[in-house]
C-alpha cells in the first residue's frame, strides 16, 4: 500500500497539495471571519431595534398610565366631588339625590378613556360613596394599599389584578380636600381593563415566537404572552438567555414613571434569518474560489516541475548511454539555471573521473604520514620511566617522586577515546588531583598546602578530570598571586535524603572582585563565555559538561562564591544512584 502511494510522492504533487491547503485554510478562516463578522453585525442591531421597540412600548405604557392618572386626578379634583366629601367631613350626610347626580358627574369623565372600566368613591373611613351599593374599602383592596395611598398624598398607587375579577387591573388614589389644606377627604378605587395595557396580539407574537413582559414594581404581571416561569427570566441580567432549547434576545426597560419593567424575549433565529443567505453565499463563493486556484495551482506546479522531470529522465539515460547536455531554456531563470550547472557537470565529470583515482593514491599518504606522526603513550612512559631511574640512581629522591608523579598524571591524563575510560570512580580523581599538588608544590614550595577529604563509604564513578580544572584555577588564581600561605581544600560530602554528592573545592586566595564574580555568574547562565580569561573559561565548561552528562537528572546545582582578598568556593552537585550513559 505504502509503495502504491510513493509513487504520488512528486514534487508537483506537492506543491499543488501545500497551495491547495494554503487556500482551503485561507478560505476557511476568511469566510469564518466573515460569516462572524456578518452574524455579529446582525445581532447588534436586533439587539439595538429591539432595545428601542422595548423603549417604545415603555413609553406607551408611560402615556396610557399618564391619561388614567389624568382623568382620576380631574375626578378627586371635580368641585362637586370635594363639596360633598368636605361635606361628608363636616358631618353632612350625602343624599341618595347627591349620590346619583355624583354618578353623573362621574361618568362625564369615564368616558375619555377606553381603559377605564369604572371609579369607586370611599370616604375617609372606608364607606362606599359610590356606587350607591354599600360597602367598604377595606373589602375591595388590602389595608396596606389603603396606607399606601395615604402617604403618596394624592399620587395614583397601583395595586394591580383585581381580586374579584382577573380582567381588570387596580389603582388607588387619596382624595385630597383643597379647601381644608389638602387633608384626607376619602379614597378613589380606579378599575381598569387587563387588555388596556395588552400592546401586541398574543396569538401574532406567540407564533412567530416573541414574548412581551410588562410587570409593575413587585414583579407582579400586568400583561404578558408567555406561560413560563417569569421568575427565572426576572432573577437573570443576560441580554442571551435559553428558553426550552431556543435561544432569545432579552431586552429590558424600566419605566421611572411608573417603575415597571418591560420586557421583550425575541428568538434569535427570527432576527438571523438572512444569515444563512449569507451562508449560502459564502459557501458557494469558497468552492468557485476553490476551483479556480486548484486550476491554476495546477498549471503552475506542472510548469514548475516539467523541466525538472526532463533533466530526472535525462539523468536516468545516462546509465546507459553516458551523460549528455539538455536544453538550457526553461520558464524559469532558477530551473534555466540548474540545467546549465548540469550541462557543466557533464563537461567535468570525465575530467574528474580521470582524478579521482589520484585523489585517492593522495588521501591514502596523507593518512599514513598522519599516523606515522602520532606519538605513541607508550614511548613518553617508558622516557620518564628511564629518568625516574636514573635520578634514583644518583639519589635525586625528591626529583625521582616528581618524575613518577607527572608519569602517573600523564598516564590518568592520556588514555583511549571510549566512553567506559572517561568514568572513573571518585577516589581516582582525588589521587590525581593529589599528583597534580605534588608537582605544583615543587614549583610553589611551603607555600602550598592542601587537604582532600572523602568520607568513607563513598565509591561512585564521575566524569573524569571533573575536579583537577577548578583545583587548578584555585593555585593559579587565589594562592599563586598571594603572597602569603595559602591552602586549597577539596572537600566531598554525601547528602543522602538527596541522594547526591555534594563537591566543594575551596582556598583563600586573594578572592574574585564584584564585578568579574558577576560575569563568571551570568556566563554560567547563559553559557557564553565573556571577555575574562583563565577561570570563566573552566567553570562554564565543567559545567556545560556537568549538565550534558546528567542531563537526565534535572537542573544541576553550580555555584561560585568569593570575598576579595579572602577566599573563593566553588560548589557542585552529582546525583548518587544510577550510571552516567553519555559521557562528555
Known amino acids: ?95 341618595f339625590n347627591q349620590r346619583q347626580s355624583l354618578m353623573q358627574v362621574v ?11 369604572s371609579f369607586e368613591l370611599y370616604l375617609e373611613d372606608g364607606r362606599r360613596l359610590f356606587p350607591l351599593n354599600e360597602a367598604s374599602l377595606s373589602s375591595r383592596v388590602n ?25 381588570l387591573h387596580l389603582a388607588i388614589r387619596q382624595v385630597s380636600l383643597i379647601d381644608r389644606w389638602f387633608s384626607n377627604g376619602g379614597y378613589l378605587l380606579i378599575s381598569m381593563h387587563k387588555n388596556y395595557f395588552t400592546l401586541h396580539n398574543a396569538s401574532k407574537t406567540t407564533q412567530q415566537g416573541e414574548y412581551t413582559i410588562i ?48 420586557m421583550i424575549l425575541t428568538p434569535v433565529y427570527a432576527v438571523m434569518k438572512g444569515i444563512s443567505v449569507l451562508r449560502t453565499a459564502i459557501l458557494f ?61 557533464v563537461e567535468n565529470i570525465n575530467h574528474l573521473i580521470k ?43 625528591e626529583l625521582a617522586e616528581i618524575v613518577i608523579a607527572m608519569s602517573e598524571l600523564f598516564r590518568y591524563t592520556i588514555t583511549s577515546s571510549r566512553v567506559e575510560d572517561e568514568l572513573v570512580f571518585i577516589q581516582d580523581e582525588l589521587q590525581h588531583i593529589e599528583r597534580y599538588l605534588k608537582i605544583m608544590k615543587m614549583r610553589l614550595g611551603d607555600k602550598l598546602t592542601w587537604d582532600v577529604s572523602l568520607p568513607p563509604g563513598i565509591n561512585i564513578k564521575i566524569p573524569k578530570l571533573i575536579i583537577q580544572p577548578l583545583v587548578e584555577n584555585a593555585i593559579l588564581h587565589g594562592i599563586g598571586n598571594k603572597n602569603d600561605k595559602g591552602t586549597v581544600s577539596v572537600i566531598v560530602q554525601e547528602v543522602k535524603p538527596l541522594k547526591k554528592l555534594v563537591i566543594k573545592v575551596m582556598d583563600d586566595g ?48 553550580f555555584s561560585i562564591e568569593s570575598k576579595e582578598n579572602e577566599w573563593t568556593c566553588v560548589t557542585f552537585e552529582i546525583p548518587i544512584g544510577e550510571e552516567i550513559e553519555n559521557v562528555l
Do not use: C
Open 1 to 95: 500500500m505504502i509503495s502504491r502511494l510513493n509513487k504520488f510522492n512528486t514534487l508537483r504533487n506537492q506543491i499543488l497539495i501545500v497551495f491547495l491547503i494554503a487556500i482551503i485554510f485561507v478560505l476557511f478562516f476568511v469566510n469564518i471571519i466573515i460569516f462572524s463578522i456578518v452574524s455579529n453585525l446582525l445581532r447588534y442591531n436586533a439587539e439595538i431595534q429591539i432595545q428601542e421597540t422595548t423603549v417604545q412600548v415603555s413609553e406607551r405604557l408611560e402615556t396610557l398610565y399618564r391619561q388614567i392618572d389624568i382623568i382620576s386626578r380631574q375626578v378627586t379634583t371635580n368641585l362637586y366631588v370635594q363639596q360633598l366629601l368636605l361635606d361628608e367631613v363636616d358631618g353632612k350626610p350625602t343624599s
Open 107 to 117: 361618568n362625564n369623565y369615564q368616558v375619555y378613556s377606553d381603559g377605564i372600566h
Open 143 to 167: 389595608k396596606d394599599w389603603i396606607e399606601k395611598a395615604r402617604d403618596g398624598k394624592g399620587k395614583m398607587v397601583w395595586i394591580g389584578q383585581d381580586p374579584r375579577d382577573p380582567n
Open 215 to 262: 410587570l409593575d414594581e413587585e414583579n407582579s404581571p400586568i400583561s404578558l404572552n408567555y406561560y413560563g416561569d417569569v421568575e427565572e427570566i426576572i432573577g437573570k441580567s443576560k441580554k442571551l438567555m435559553n428558553i426550552d432549547n431556543r435561544d432569545y434576545i432579552v431586552s429590558k426597560v424600566k419605566s421611572d414613571l411608573t417603575g415597571w419593567t418591560v
Open 285 to 345: 463563493s469558497g468552492i468557485i474560489g476553490f476551483i479556480i486556484f486548484f486550476y491554476f495551482s495546477f498549471f503552475f506546479s506542472t510548469m514548475v516541475t516539467q523541466p525538472v522531470l526532463n533533466l530526472i529522465k535525462t539523468m536516468e539515460n545516462a546509465k546507459l548511454h553516458g551523460l549528455k547536455p539538455i536544453s538550457e531554456k526553461t520558464s524559469t531563470v532558477e530551473l534555466t539555471k540548474l540545467n546549465k550547472t548540469y550541462n557543466e557537470l
Open 355 to 397: 582524478v579521482v583515482y589520484e585523489k585517492e593514491i593522495l588521501i591514502n599518504q596523507v593518512e599514513l604520514k598522519a599516523l606515522q606522526a602520532q606519538i605513541n603513550p607508550h614511548f613518553l612512559y617508558n622516557t620518564l620511566e628511564a629518568l625516574y631511574w636514573s635520578l634514583e640512581e644518583k639519589g635525586e629522591e
Open 510 to 557: 586573594i578572592g574574585i572582585n564584584k564585578t568579574t564574580l558577576h560575569s563568571i555568574r551570568q556566563s554560567l547562565k547563559s553559557g557564553i563565555i565573556s571577555s575574562f580569561k583563565g577561570k570563566g573559561v573552566a567553570l562554564v565548561n565543567i559545567y556545560k559538561r556537568l549538565q550534558l552528562n546528567y542531563i537526565d537528572k534535572g537542573e544541576i546545582e
